[in-house]
Antibody, heavy 119, light 107 residues
């Protein structure tokens, strides 16, 4: 059974960089046709897709965040990561890591981690 | 970007009611649409894929339909565990986009 677990600081100061890691167990992030991605949800609001990294290393990002976001993978640790630069209060959200396969929606989610941007 | 618009944003219903939600896409997405159920404090869970495919383990009272730009999610007989928020998502084209959500609460 695939499991995903987010980790990283729960509090980040404005203008700094938010960094989160997703550790995958029960399967390899190198498995073909898998996308590994990040989705966030501000408190009391809806879901926002941030971006993903494909099993072959290619990436896709939301245009609204593209200038500030980097998603990378470390296959040796079976992890993938999210960095968001120059954060502001509007970046406060629960961040989920997730897996989806080609031509299929997200079927595995992490439990989510709340990141608060505040001084 | 493809915009996804859900209605209603909130729906008050009783156990046993038939409820229907609508999701509209700003462009043709064929059947590349999913529905998710989210309960407070939990990650979303996919219930419908490819517009009408029932995810494994999801009760048959859930059904989806639609093609192109108009889609519906129907719960044939609302159960207590179905009170939640439902989101549609298109996965036809990057960036993937979600609708704003439809919350079902107790009448």
């Amino acid at each position: 059974q695939l499991q995903l677990q987010e980790s990283g600081p729960g509090l980040v100061k404005p203008s700094e960089t938010l960094s989160l890691t997703c550790t995958v167990s029960g399967g390899s992030i190198s498995t073909t046709n898998n996308y590994w991605g990040w989705i966030r949800q501000p408190p009391g609001k809806g879901l926002e897709w941030i971006g993903n990294i494909y099993y072959n290393g290619s990436t896709n990002y939301s245009p609204s965040l593209k200038s500030r976001v980097t998603i990378s993978a470390d296959t040796s640790k079976n992890q993938f990561s999210l960095k968001v630069n120059s954060v502001a209060a509007a970046d406060t959200a629960v961040y989920y890591c997730a897996r989806r396969r080609v031509n299929y929606p997200v079927d595995y989610w992490g439990q989510g981690t709340l990141v608060t941007v505040s001084s | 970007d493809i915009q996804m618009t859900q209605s209603p944003s909130t729906l008050s219903a009783s156990v046993g009611d038939r409820v229907t939600f609508t999701c509209r896409a700003s462009q043709n997405i064929a059947t590349w649409l999913a529905w998710y159920q989210q309960k407070p404090g939990k990650a979303p869970k996919v219930i419908i894929y490819k517009a009408s495919g029932l995810e494994s383990g999801v009760p048959a009272r859930f059904s989806g339909s639609g093609f192109g730009t108009e889609f519906t999610l129907t719960i044939s007989s609302l159960q207590p565990e179905d009170f939640a928020t439902y989101y549609c998502q298109q996965y036809s084209t990057f960036p993937l986009t979600f609708g704003g959500g439809s919350k079902v609460d107790i009448k």
